[in-house]
DNA sequence: AAACCTTGTTTGTCCTAGACAAATTACGAA
DNA sequence: TTCGTAATTTGTCTAGGACAAACAAGGTTT
């Protein structure tokens, strides 16, 4: 094959980082530094998208841009993860066996045997415990194998598809909400997993929460009129750790504006952490406190009802 | 409320107008004409983002900017479709009151009928009517309503996710496939529709093909990985209107040339009307095409297992 | 009248290069 | 160490120019 050459959108596209960044790294670094076509434009070769890939990889991972443009090729692959993240999965380390056995399902792209086993674990351990403790870490397991680049993009996205479908078909099991409280689940633009909301959606149902799935990607006036047809009294965001820390309080400012004042704004996610909540938004590092907060708003409201509410969750979860 | 303003960003992600677009529209037609922030930077008034909403789906319509946005405000509510899409659902138009409840459901936000009338309609229909005569026609419908106007994005939302549940729920129901053809299905980057992949899947898997759901959004570096890793013999995109016309030709040529030859690329959606198919690449105006595709190729390449496969679909379908 | 080619207009994307604010690090003092 | 300040890094915004591809309009031929 003769040199795939790909355009700045086509890279824009692939590696997910923006023309601007691309045309900035290019006259402050000097890479990548494409070649040009016939009409002057940049045309990248397939090994810099690679590297830019890779690139992008390592600095999800906390690293900076100048130091990783700088290096040699060799010298990347060889960086590690650096510690941004708090303690890296050490609360699941006991069970990590059960979760390697399940990624490794994937990684033999062996769809059939993954979605078995997850249906095996889901009947065994229950709905709640199968989300705590089976769901959640793996999904975080997933992602820090993702960064270390021990998976592949696609082997995550097979992942993420199979377990939505295990996850969504237990819910319909479940029975109707109680109407109260309304939730409604949803992502920013840009923002396109899902696997967290969910997680919380299961819980949530499982608690008696009436929740309104509306799937990832809603404008955030959107959000806002949603919420008013919807009557919600809660909006529940999730943000991943691929969303770029930057522009997750401006967003939730303007959305906070958007709203109803009487309508909470929680979020969640992997993606939220040591970020700062703005004024009337409330932040959730666990699904656990999220149920848990859940549980407590009832209470609340309607004290009368609390026999129907399970007790606060044992055990951890994220 | 005070006038809560939007960066060009903001703009961007709730309109899906590029930076480019709307700095160029500025300049060229005067409109839209934001006001500056403290920085010196555009600051768009609600107002101006919710005309350049409007302005945009009358755009996915077929009209042209210069003509929009020399309109007066008033003018553009008036508005007709331009009557781009081939007679517009006259070929639904029997069964249209049945739909019509169905949207109608979807309209008063209750989630819960809505999921329950389709999950009655399968288990009357069967999977495979049930996809082509009342989930295929009630997507166009939906997509025509979303084009008129008649329905909200977050009603479109929630339209989407409650039958996404429904769709996959059923298949989990279906057998396990033959293994071959093995068919990977997803979608490009931008193309975050993925009813139509779930149906093509629901009807592919009825044939006993061996279906590698990947979900949404995958780079076409990694699509290409993917079908390397899982040996698949067919690559299957779906486009929808919503996606940029002038962009499917130049990514699929790009993709093309990524897949190794023997790698068939099948494209559907409503995307591709009056798009040209590039060399290599296989283009299906309707559901039932592409089912009565993959019937012929199955007996070409293994004549005696014919009998397994269903005969060729009665019934029209999109 | 329908099919075709040619010409002009519209429209999106890409280009360069400068500016600046916000985030992050480095440094020095308490 | 812990804190506050200065320096640096880094992404995003701005401006206007250029151009090719898509599209409409008009004229010619079948």
């Given at each position: 094959m003769i040199s795939t050459r790909f355009s700045i959108a086509a890279v824009e596209r692939d590696t997910g980082l923006s023309k601007d960044v691309l045309r900035m790294w290019e006259r402050r670094?000097?890479?990548?530094?494409p070649e040009r076509d016939a009409n002057g434009e940049r045309a990248y070769p397939a090994a810099q998208v690679e590297r830019l890939r890779q690139i992008k990889r390592l600095m999800d991972q906390g690293h900076r841009p100048g130091k990783l443009l700088a290096l040699p090729v060799e010298a990347l692959a060889a960086l590690a993860p650096r510690?941004?993240?708090?303690?890296?999965s050490e609360h699941i380390a006991e069970d990590v066996h059960g979760l390697e056995d399940l990624l490794l399902l994937i990684k033999q792209h062996d769809a059939n045997a993954y979605t078995q086993a997850l249906q095996q674990r889901l009947a065994r351990h229950g709905m709640q415990r199968f989300v705590q403790d089976i769901v959640a870490p793996l999904t975080q397991y997933v992602g820090e194998a993702w960064e270390d680049g021990r998976i592949e993009v696609f082997e995550e996205h097979l992942f993420t598809e199979l377990t939505k479908r295990v996850l969504r078909q237990a819910m319909t099991a479940l029975p109707a909400g109680l109407g109260s409280p309304r939730v409604l689940l949803t992502s920013v633009p840009e923002?396109?997993?899902?696997l967290g909301l969910l997680m919380v959606e299961a819980l949530f149902a499982l608690e008696g929460a009436e929740c309104i799935p509306l799937g990832t990607q809603m404008p955030l006036t959107e959000i806002a009129r949603a919420a008013q047809a919807h009557q919600a009294d809660i909006v529940a965001l999730s943000f991943s750790?691929?969303?770029?820390?930057?522009q997750i309080p401006p967003q939730l400012e303007q959305l906070r504006q958007l709203l109803a004042p009487e309508t909470e704004l929680w979020v969640g996610g992997?993606?939220?952490?040591?970020v700062t909540p703005p004024a009337g938004v409330k932040f959730f590092s666990s699904l656990k406190a999220g149920v848990q907060s859940l549980t407590e708003r009832a209470q609340k409201k309607h004290?009368?009802?609390?026999?129907f509410l399970h007790m606060p969750l044992p055990g951890a979860a994220d």
């Open positions: 670094y000097g890479f990548p530094l510690q941004t993240r708090s303690t890296r923002e396109q997993h899902v750790t691929a969303f770029p820390h930057r992997s993606g939220i952490h040591r004290p009368e009802a609390g026999a």
